[in-house]
């Protein structure tokens, strides 16, 4: 009998072989856990950052009757688009800052305007 063969019956290529084949078994169960590992680890990160990113961009607003539109900004409004026909009011928080929200059709155009709750600032988006 050969010293250190565990199978006298058999020879070194088998040895070579079964220790090969075992050894594959067990990198592949550990290749595949590794990679759940990973997909699972993607899937916690990709959550964590659609949860962040919706979080930071987040505005609030909300869909107001033209009565509950503070006579300054309803005035402002009035006074740069006098002949607009108005669609629809919003009040918005964007940044920690609040205005409101006109979307419009002027001149055949539609258009979108932010104004401030003091009547001084407006800016247009088409």
């Not at 688009?81 to 919003?90: L, N, S």
Request: proline share 4%; net charge negative; glycine share 4%.
């Amino acid at each position: 009998m050969e010293s250190g063969n565990f199978f006298p019956h058999k020879s070194d290529t088998f040895m070579k072989d079964y220790l090969f084949a075992a050894g594959n078994a067990y990198l592949k169960r550990l290749y595949i856990l590794s990679l759940n590992y990973l997909k699972m680890k993607s899937i916690i990160c990709v959550c964590f950052l659609l949860a962040v990113g919706l979080a930071s961009c987040s505005s609030t607003e909300f869909e107001i009757k033209e009565s509950e539109v503070p006579p300054n900004v309803l005035a402002a409004f009035k006074a740069k688009y006098p002949t607009a026909q108005v669609k629809k009011w919003q009040a918005e928080k964007e940044d920690d800052k609040f205005v409101f929200e006109v979307d419009f059709v002027d001149a055949g155009k539609e258009k979108e305007v932010h104004i401030t709750p003091d009547g001084t600032s407006i800016s247009e988006e088409d």
